[in-house]
T-cell receptor, first 107, second 119 residues
Framework: RKEVEQDPGPFNVPEGATVAFNCTYS??????FFWYRQDCRKEPKLLMS???SGNEDGRFTAQLNRASQYISLLIRDSKLSDSATYLC????????FGAGTTVTVRA | GAVVSQHPSRVICKSGTSVKIECRSL??????MFWYRQFPKQSLMLMAT?????????EQGVEKDKFLINHASLTLSTLTVTSAHPEDSSFYIC???????????????FGPGTRLTVL
C-alpha cells in the first residue's frame, strides 16, 4: 500500500463551482499534513497546513479525519487560476507526497 | 518566504555524461537540504537528505554512487548524476530547511526544479 494515495482526477469544473477531493494515508501515527499546489512543470508550493480541528483559508478548507486516515481539500467558488495539481503531503520524518489530484476550472 | 534557487533549470545531455545540479538557499542558512525526483504524472520521491558538512542519507533504492550529493556549505548543495542514461530523465527538485532569523524552521522551501533529459 502506498504511503499517500490520491484520486488523480482530473476534476473538470466550471468557474464558481465547489470541488472537493480526499487523500488517504497509511501511517496511523502520522501527525502533520499539508496540501501543496503544483503547476505544470513547476515546483510544489505550500497551499495550507491541515490541522486536527480543520482549517480554512479563504476559499480553501482542509479537514483531517484520523479515524479513517484521510484528509480532504475543498475549494469553493472555483477560479480559473485554481487549475493545478494538488498534492497531499504527510510529514513523518520526511515529506511523503501523493501523486496529486488534477483540477481544471473552465470558463 | 525563503527563496531557494536551482541551476540549471533545464539540461539536455548525451547518455554517459555527468550532470551537476546546484541548489542554493538565497536568504537563509539551509542546515538540511533534500533532493527529490518526479517522473511524469507521479509523485515527488525523496532521493536523499543532506545535512551541511556530513554525508547524505539516501532513500532505499537510490544509488549513492550514481547520485552524488555534496552539501559543503549552509547555502549550497549539489547533486551530480553520474553517467546519466535516458531512464534518469526526470524533474529533479531540491528543498531546503534551516535557520530563518536565527530560529530553526521546520518548513521546507522548494527550488524551481531542474528538468533533465538524457538522449
Amino acid at each position: 500500500r502506498k504511503e499517500v494515495e490520491q484520486d488523480p482526477g482530473p476534476f473538470n469544473v466550471p468557474e464558481g463551482a465547489t470541488v472537493a477531493f480526499n487523500c488517504t494515508y497509511s501511517n496511523s501515527a502520522s501527525q502533520s499534513f499539508f496540501w501543496y499546489r503544483q503547476d505544470c512543470r513547476k515546483e510544489p508550493k505550500l497551499l495550507m497546513s491541515v490541522y486536527s480541528s480543520g482549517n480554512e483559508d479563504g476559499r480553501f478548507t482542509a479537514q483531517l479525519n484520523r479515524a479513517s486516515q484521510y484528509i480532504s481539500l475543498l475549494i469553493r467558488d472555483s477560479k480559473l487560476s485554481d487549475s493545478a495539481t494538488y498534492l497531499c503531503v504527510v510529514n513523518d520524518y520526511k515529506l511523503s507526497f501523493g501523486a496529486g489530484t488534477t483540477v481544471t476550472v473552465r470558463a | 518566504g525563503a527563496v531557494v534557487s536551482q541551476h540549471p533549470s533545464r539540461v539536455i545531455c548525451k547518455s554517459g555524461t555527468s550532470v551537476k545540479i546546484e541548489c542554493r538557499s538565497l536568504d537563509f542558512q539551509a542546515t538540511t537540504m533534500f533532493w527529490y525526483r518526479q517522473f511524469p504524472k507521479q509523485s515527488l520521491m525523496l532521493m536523499a537528505t543532506s545535512n551541511e558538512g556530513s554525508k547524505a542519507t539516501y532513500e532505499q533504492g537510490v544509488e549513492k554512487d550514481k547520485f552524488l550529493i555534496n552539501h559543503a556549505s549552509l547555502t549550497l548543495s549539489t547533486l551530480t548524476v553520474t553517467s546519466a542514461h535516458p531512464e534518469d530523465s526526470s524533474f529533479y527538485i531540491c528543498s531546503a530547511r534551516g535557520l530563518a532569523d536565527g530560529v530553526t524552521s521546520d518548513t521546507q522551501y522548494f527550488g524551481p526544479g531542474t528538468r533533465l533529459t538524457v538522449l
